[in-house]
């Protein structure tokens, strides 16, 4: 790397100028000294983006994303296109796939950057490394870098200078981070003196904000994690397997992941991708596993998004002769795959890290699933953050302790969905994210033009303390009002932009944000499994239903495995007893329903075995995993008393359990 001294106005440049910079250079067209500290309760302040991609062009084979977010060569050297795009972008195939069009663009970066990078340009880099330290002066203080790739993508592409193998793509995207940091540190004098810091835990995450830097949080989104993929339903990972994997990506320092992502893969179901990009996806997905999604009616008000039904030739070839993608019943719109068991094995493996599960692009009944398994244990750790979730799930969220981010959208759909959630923030005391999903081939705000509510250059930041003039690199001056969020140096200009449109309420919920995020990922490691005061309990039933080769007695409901159950006979009103020993504090009683599953039932409690007082109910049970919360009685005996089977058979559950906290 080419170092140059950074010239200087004033005497003391400050402690967030460089001592030297490549030469030549993007500009940051920031002034001011970045806000450090907390605020007067002790929280600290600043924006949070919950989804960002800074090394995605090291993953789908490493020619799918064009130009690097730093270099030791320089500016001229990271932004650069493919070779294959030069002269005139004719062979940028992922372009035409993605955006329409021919593909064809000016493929100089560095010093015109005449085409890209642009809000519409898909396949160029967006995070260089400047840009993403504009955000920084402009008031972000954590970014969650995730790690991302695809293995089927990098396969079928044209391009590509390595191999397809996902977590050898992570690692790697790992090892340029952790380099990216030193790249960093060098200019500022040495290692730990800059102000781009990976965090491994909360509280040092809290100090670097407090520092005044941006915590920088390892996550992962790829679409076959641990290696599990399924082939025509069968799965290619084992437990093992993803204890190893999990081990792995905890000592790189992640600490947030996808369990799937664009394909149904061992883990789980997803949620689907619309137009011809749903159908691109689809065709990967039979790529991948041999099989296209299955779609069902939904059973709840939640439903995955509509599948992509337009056509997409450059992928369709892809598919072998004969095979096509199939058609869709327009009232089927949930995925027919869930959390399978190697899932929710690996649900409960983050758990165990205290890493934080993103549920965005589950489908809708694997996301449930989740739900169900984190709120059985009072896991907080459960993070949103880009829009992929159905919005039904917010408060289901917000009561576990998660965070919520939006997608990087236009100023105005951004504020508006911001304020359709303001009551439940205010409820939940919580504040507000943004994930920019840059270099995630998304698209991104566009231009606004000469509006009465356009951004103004120069601006002050939300601290007031900086002031904020439009950007240039090289000969290229990017202005938010005519070129939209180009690239990641633009989004304390969107910033403003939301609060020209929404108002100063949207803005001081986003400034909040960090708080909030590092509230919940804080919790999740503080966190620790409530004692099963149910494990091993004398238990008795009303009945237990007869079979000469498996037992259904009452005790199954309460020996720690999955693979035995208590069953009743076929009648409504049925009943499984448990004897906790002596008296205890209940709160919260776990139910994990067999399909014979309760749809009107209650919880009942007794000193004595005689007399019993209902502590919670309910006439709408639908299965699965349910956890009753009450306020905290003391009781020797718990009963699950049926009144309404769910199904023809009677009542059936893998495992009961009985916590005091």
Sequence with gaps: MVLGPVPSSAADPGWWTPVARPAPDSEINVTGEPFKGTDAQGRVRGFVDAHDHLMSNEGFGGRLICGKPSSEMGVADALKDCPEHYPDGSLAIFDYITNGGDGKHDPDGWPTFKDWPAHDSLTHQQNYYAWVERAWRGGQRVLVNDLVTNGVICSVYFFKDRGCDEMTAIRLEAQKTYDMQAYIDKMYGGPGKGWFRIVTDSEQAREVVKQGKMAVVLGVETSEPFGCKQILDIAQCSKA??????????????????????????????????????????????????????????TGPQHD???????????????????????????????????????????????KRKMMLEIDHMSVKAAGRAFDILESESYPGIISSHSWMDDNWTERL?????????????AEGFSAEAKAKNALRDKYGVGYGYGTDMNGVGGWPGPRGDTPTK???????????????????????????????????????????????????????????????????????????????????????????????????????????????WASDWNDDQWLQLDLGSAQLVKRVTLDWERAHGKGYRIELSADGTNWQTAWSTATGDGGLDTARFNGTPARYVRVHGVQRGTQWGYSLYEVGVYSS
């Excluded at 883990?267 to 299955?294: E, H, M, P, Y």
């Excluded at 917000?398 to 236009?410: C, D, E, I, R, S």
């Design 398 to 410: 917000y009561k576990l302790g998660g965070f919520v981010a939006q997608y990087m959208n236009g």
């Design 455 to 565: 951004v103004t250059y120069p601006f002050r930041s939300t601290d007031g303390g900086s002031v904020i003039d439009r950007q240039t690199t090289g000969q290229r001056t990017w202005d938010i009002n005519t070129d939209g969020a180009s690239h990641y140096g633009l989004v304390p200009d969107w910033i403003e932009d939301i609060r020209k449109v929404g108002g100063q309420d949207v803005v001081d919920d986003l400034f909040r944000g960090a708080e909030s995020y590092l509230t919940t990922w804080g919790s999740s490691e503080k966190h620790k499994a409530g004692v099963n005061l149910a494990a091993g309990a004398a238990a008795s039933a009303s009945s237990s239903e007869w079979n000469p080769f498996v037992s259904y007695a009452p005790h199954r409901a309460v020996d720690g495995s999955t693979g035995s159950r």
């Design 241 to 298: 397997d993803i204890d190893r994997g999990l081990d792995e990506l905890h000592k790189l320092g992640v600490r947030s992941m996808f369990l799937c992502h664009k394909f149904d893969n061992a883990l789980c179901g997803v949620r689907f991708d619309q137009g011809a990009l749903g159908t691109a996806i689809n065709v990967g997905q039979f790529l991948s596993t041999g099989t296209f999604w299955k779609t069902e009616e939904c």
């Design 305 to 351: 998004n509509p599948i992509g039904l337009a056509a997409a030739p450059a992928a369709q070839k892809e598919l072998p002769a004969g095979v096509s993608v199939p058609s869709y019943a327009a009232g089927a719109q949930c995925n027919t795959r869930g959390l399978t068991e190697l899932g929710e094995y690996a649900v409960r493996g983050m758990m």
